[in-house]
């Protein structure tokens, strides 16, 4: 079995890395800006249609306050952008906002954020992919048919790609990432040389239409609302610019230095892009509406349900670069393929905090440990079950899984500034260098007013999304916290009892007797190896133990067991009942009531054999008095094994395993001069050191 699983495993994932090697893994700059920026830039792809979409509530006419709402995500952009330059210098560790607001803000503002970032990490893999799908159902109808498995398959794939690694998935992903970024600059650039300077009227296929307003004459508080809700979607920009700071351990040295600079460049490039889609849709005469087969009028007349309302960088690439051509149909496959790969930034910031969190106590323990190719393998597979069940649940349908987006990441901006406003207050109350006193207030006044306009935007984006979709964010947050809480209260109850006394206890006491008790069925090789094991022990007490289950063989065990003159009290146990299980508990029992501080031990002869199935025909009743023993305290319980001749078969072959190697885990090349030559491995049994 091992060595079926072993090579589609190694054909899927790779051959398996040393530890040493991990350094071989960490990422350069261009690598690193795909991997973790890969969410904030492929947004520009959906947040200025977000924003459109809003506005369209109250007709055309407030499409002219978009270039406002684009700045407020601008300013915002930037705030969180120097912001979180200042997390990475401060906190290279890798904890993000989660470390930050433990170390500064508590345990429970710590907790908070880590259950805000792992439900939005959740859902970005779960928009990205359904927004993914529905882009590439346009093209393809079957892929709208079977939405929700294509969208897992997306899933798996994903998965796959990142389970071989940081750096191996980096690379897949770099190109088409660099492919939409210069598909969008292009598109930018060219529609401003046609519009400035050959003076080209470039129309969107929706610019003949016009808009049903949904409430005409909107004003006052009603109108104000209104682009405070069109600002809470275009604020879907800047989900994922967290996972740098997550992902600062992935990067080469100098670490902090570089995640900074990504963070930078990832800044400028998704604020360049979502401006200029904003500008050009306005130049485009771009129409869109929450309800486009109502709403959507040409000619005065609705549309209608068989209009597919494209998106607007969809609309924007056709009337800039003309309806099928190749700029157009590279930026839209470009799009489509960016909008997967944006799930891989919270493939890459889940599992680093799943980590983290486990680390703390907070997750299971087997979050924290390394797969075979060094990433945090088990995080990988957890967010990818989470994220499929959400898109099961949601029927991987975007406009209702958007709904729920972009709550946990303000409540981790949010948070995360206030307590590094908290760790300057603390170092600036001892540092006495002047220059270094300088930086740290300018890092405290970038840190303050970051705090206070993501906190703005915390309370903008639950009073315009609660009742559309944000308090199930909210509910999952609530789910994260409480069961991250139970776990931790776990751990430290365990820990609490495991911990190692200074002085006497009774679990340092030597037992004053040892009554040993061996359990049979009938006389065959394994009860005479396990008997002469139980007399090498040299217990205080010991005897054989057997239940009356059929009076005709048990009279014949006695029978044997006087023939063959065995210096050992064999008792017997009645079951009126036919149990074995329970009567021999009940035993063991008794001998710790009449004796506390002895010791019992349980030695059980127990069948070896060398197939699973025939584990099946064997030892039930053994597994089952292990399982209730394993309560009993002051019982000690021994398996004697006796190999079979399957499992001496089985042995054979696990030897013969350890001399093979699957396909890709050696790498292979010309021989070294002066190099020793290994040994051959013909006794493989007989070699100290682990096996490839």
């Known amino acids: 079995m091992s060595k079926l699983t072993d090579v589609p495993k190694r054909i899927l994932i790779g051959r398996a890395l040393r530890s040493d090697r991990l350094g071989e893994t960490l990422l350069p700059k261009r690598i690193a ?58 906190y290279p560790s890798g904890g993000g906002d989660y470390e930050v607001a433990n170390t500064n803000l508590g345990a429970k503002a710590g907790l908070t954020v880590a259950s805000a970032l792992l439900v939005d990490y959740v859902l970005t893999v779960a928009v990205s992919i359904s927004s993914g799908i529905e882009n590439l159902g346009s093209a393809i109808p079957f892929v709208v048919e079977h939405k929700v498995a294509c969208a897992a398959v997306v899933v798996v794939l994903l998965t796959l790609m990142n389970l071989r690694g940081v750096k191996e998935s980096g690379k897949l992903f770099a190109i088409p990432t660099y492919v939409f970024v ?62 740098i700071s997550n992902g600062v351990p992935a990067f080469r040295k100098p670490k902090s230095k570089n995640a900074a600079t990504t963070l930078a460049a990832m800044g400028l490039l998704a604020v360049t892009m979502f401006c200029g889609i904003i500008v050009l849709a306005l130049v485009t005469d771009v129409r869109m509406a929450e309800n486009p087969a109502v709403d959507l009028l040409n000619n005065g007349v609705a549309v209608g349900s068989d209009y597919v309302q494209n998106p607007v960088i969809s609309q924007v690439a ?10 157009f149909v590279v930026l839209a496959a470009a799009t489509a393929l960016v909008l997967f790969l944006a799930a891989n930034t919270a493939y890459n910031g889940f ?47 975007s406009t209702r899984l958007i709904q729920l987006y972009i709550v946990g990441v303000f409540v981790s901006f949010t948070l995360s500034q206030t307590g ?87 679990d340092s006491v030597r037992p004053s007797r040892v009554h040993s008790v061996l359990l049979i069925s009938k006389i065959h090789r394994p009860t005479l190896r396990a008997l002469a094991y139980a007399k090498l022990m040299r217990s205080d007490t010991l005897e054989a133990l057997t239940v009356n289950v059929d009076p005709a063989e048990t009279k014949a065990l006695r029978a044997e067991w006087e023939r063959r003159g065995i210096d050992v009290p064999l008792k017997v146990l009645d079951s009126p009942y036919r149990e074995v299980t329970r009567p021999v508990i009940e035993y063991v029992k008794n001998l710790r009531r009449e004796s506390p501080r002895d010791a019992v031990s349980v030695i059980i002869p127990e069948y070896v054999v060398g197939h699973w199935y025939e584990q099946l025909l064997h030892n039930q009743s053994a597994l089952r008095l292990k399982g209730r023993l394993l309560f009993t305290p002051g019982v000690m319980v021994t398996s004697v094994p006796y190999q079979l001749q399957s499992s001496e078969v089985a042995k054979k072959r696990a030897r013969r395993r350890q001399d093979w190697n699957a396909p890709g885990s050696v790498r292979r090349g010309p021989a070294l001069e002066g190099r020793p030559k290994e040994p051959s491995g013909t006794d493989s049994a007989d070699s100290p050191g682990p096996q490839a």
């Open 33 to 90: 800006l795909p991997v973790f920026a890969s969410d904030p830039l492929s947004s520009v792809a959906y947040a200025p249609g977000e924003v459109l979409l809003v506005l369209s509530i109250a007709g055309l006419s407030a499409y002219h306050f978009s270039p406002w709402i684009a700045l407020a995500v601008v300013v915002l952009m930037f705030t969180v952008v120097a912001s979180y330059r200042q997390n990475v210098h401060a």
């Open 420 to 506: 590094m406003v908290r760790h300057w207050n603390r170092h600036l109350a001892t540092e006495t260098d002047p220059a270094k006193r300088r930086r740290m207030v300018r890092s405290r006044a970038i840190n303050t007013f970051g705090a206070f306009f993501t906190g703005l935007v915390l309370v903008v984006v639950l009073v315009t999304k609660f009742t559309h979709g944000a308090w199930v964010a909210l509910l999952g947050m609530v789910i994260f916290y409480g069961t991250m809480s139970a776990i931790r209260r776990h751990y430290d109850g365990v820990s609490t009892e495991l911990a190692a006394p200074e002085g006497p206890s009774d």
């Open 318 to 327: 056709e009337a800039v670069f003309g309806k099928g051509s190749f700029l």
């Open 182 to 243: 210069a598909g969008v600059f292009i598109m930018v650039a060219w529609g401003a040389f046609r519009a400035l300077v050959l003076d080209d009227t470039m129309r969107a296929p929706t610019a003949e239409y016009t808009i049903k307003p949904e409430h005409q004459g909107l004003a006052g508080f009603a109108l104000f609302f209104l682009m405070l809700r069109a600002f809470s979607s275009g604020c879907a920009a800047l989900t994922g610019v967290e996972a």
């Open 351 to 397: 599992p680093v905090l799943g980590s983290i969190l486990a680390q703390d106590r907070y997750l299971p323990r087997q979050l924290h440990t390394r797969g075979d190719r060094l990433a945090f393998s088990n995080g990988i597979v957890l967010l990818a079950g989470a994220a499929t069940l959400l898109i099961v649940v949601y029927g991987a349908d």
